[in-house]
């Protein structure tokens, strides 16, 4: 799970808002690699960059976005259950702005508490489903 979790250039697959992604640089995900989305948002589409803060496999990754002005910060814990037949994922998500961004910032918080489930349920069936390689 977390190997498809830590691939950036399948988050698309499972957030509906995305429309492409591009990773910078090559290799493996880790500290300091960074990703920039496209992504549909209130009917148009923004680009933004987020840059991978920490990464521990198969447990935790967090992010921050970079640029913009409402940026993202994240991190996620991968908990396995039933001695690994199950996991728990858990995601801490909130945003900051910047200059107008901070206006904004209740908006998109709104409209994040409404996305974020649906993207999680997404990614339960995909990861079920046996969609994503393991």
């Given at each position: 799970?977390?190997?498809?979790?830590?691939?950036l250039?399948?988050?698309?697959?499972w957030?509906?808002?995305v429309?492409?992604?591009?990773?910078?640089?090559?290799?493996?995900?880790?500290?300091?690699t960074?990703?920039?989305?496209?992504?549909?948002?209130?009917?148009?589409?923004?680009?933004?960059t987020y840059?991978?803060?920490?990464?521990?496999?198969?447990?935790?990754?967090a992010?921050?976005?970079?640029?913009?002005?409402?940026?993202?910060?994240g991190?996620?814990?991968?908990?396995?259950?039933?001695?690994?037949a199950?996991?728990?994922v858990t995601?801490d998500l909130d945003?900051?702005?910047?200059?107008?961004?901070?206006?904004?910032?209740?908006?998109?918080?709104n409209q994040?508490?409404?996305?974020?489930p649906?993207?999680?349920?997404?990614?339960?069936?995909?990861?079920?489903?046996?969609?994503?390689?393991a």
């Open positions: 799970m977390f190997a498809y979790l830590d691939d250039a399948t988050h698309g697959e957030q509906e808002q429309v492409s992604a591009k990773v910078e640089g090559g290799g493996p995900t880790r500290v300091g960074r990703s920039t989305e496209t992504r549909k948002i209130g009917g148009r589409e923004q680009q933004m840059e991978v803060t920490e990464h521990n496999p198969p447990h935790v990754f992010f921050r976005g970079v640029d913009g002005s409402v940026r993202a910060n991190r996620a814990t991968i908990e396995p259950l039933d001695g690994g199950r996991s728990r995601l945003f900051e702005g910047h200059g107008m961004g901070k206006l904004m910032l209740p908006l998109v918080r994040a508490a409404k996305q974020v649906k993207d999680q349920a997404r990614l339960k069936e995909r990861l079920e489903s046996g969609t994503p390689a």
